[in-house]
């Protein structure tokens, strides 16, 4: 059965710190490339940033560039995204996603909710 289950989200400060992990299960996890979505309510899902599954090539929205970093431990067969500096407009449910060779190998996680306040 395949799984993504993130975990690491909560309610912080402007300026903190957070630390997301999707751990994988199900499927081969170094296969894949691994991306952070984003999703506040009423808007559509945007992608923050993504990994590579051969050569750990990594992409970021602009917007996050700097403060976030994107990872992997294909031993662990988990991601993560250090969120450092978070701000108020990074607040959403973040989600894992892993994506592999064809469309049929695309899979989610059920999300993680960040929230940014003073």
């Known amino acids: 059965q395949v799984q993504l289950v993130e975990s690491g989200g909560g309610l912080v400060q402007p300026g903190d710190s957070l630390k997301l992990s999707c751990a994988a299960s199900g499927f081969v996890f170094d296969y894949y490339a691994i991306g952070w979505f984003r999703q506040a309510p009423g808007k559509e899902r945007e992608g923050v940033s993504c990994?590579?599954?051969?050569?750990?090539?990594?992409y970021y929205k602009n917007s996050v560039k700097g403060r976030f970093t994107i990872s992997r431990d294909n031993a662990e067969n988990t991601a993560y995204l250090q969120m450092n500096s978070l701000k108020p407009e990074d607040k959403d449910v973040y989600y894992c996603?892993?994506?592999?060779?064809?469309?049929?190998?695309?899979?989610w996680g059920e999300g993680t909710q960040v929230t940014v306040s003073a």
């Open positions: 996603h892993a994506e592999g060779p064809g469309p049929e190998y695309d899979y």
């Open positions: 990994i590579s599954s051969v050569d750990g090539v990594t």
